[in-house]
């Protein structure tokens, strides 16, 4: 059974910091793209990084510059460094990780920014 446990989010002040951690079992984050997302009240869900199965990671030019994805395969683990947080960044941000036709998704976790 796959399971994507999200864990690190909470209240911040503007231009802070939080990392975000995703643990996962199941399956071998050094095979899988892996990728975060977010999605704020009455928003979209966005794209906010990921990172393939050969280490190229992706930014949108929202969060590029302030937040960093990376892996570590012998923890089966995924995070996100975000600094300079804004208000705007608020919203509950999400794991996924993804294989040819498979996808798997954590359930979560809330950061707030305050300004």
């Known amino acids: 059974q796959v399971h994507l446990v999200e864990s690190g989010g909470g209240l911040v002040q503007a231009g802070g910091s939080l990392r975000l951690s995703c643990v996962v079992s199941?399956?071998?984050?050094?095979?899988?793209?892996m990728v975060w997302y977010r999605q704020a009240p009455g928003k979209e869900r966005e794209l906010v990084a990921s990172?393939?199965?050969?280490?190229?990671?992706n930014y949108p030019a929202s969060v590029k510059g302030r937040f960093t994805i990376s892996r570590d395969n012998a923890k089966n683990t995924v995070y996100l460094q975000m600094n300079s947080l804004k208000p705007e960044d608020t919203a509950v941000y999400s794991c996924?990780?993804?294989?040819?036709?498979?996808?798997?998704w954590g359930q979560g976790t809330r950061v707030t920014v305050s300004s």
């Open positions: 996924n990780g993804w294989r040819y036709d498979r996808q798997w």
């Open positions: 199941g399956i071998d984050v050094g095979i899988y793209n």
């Open positions: 990172i393939s199965t050969s280490g190229t990671t």
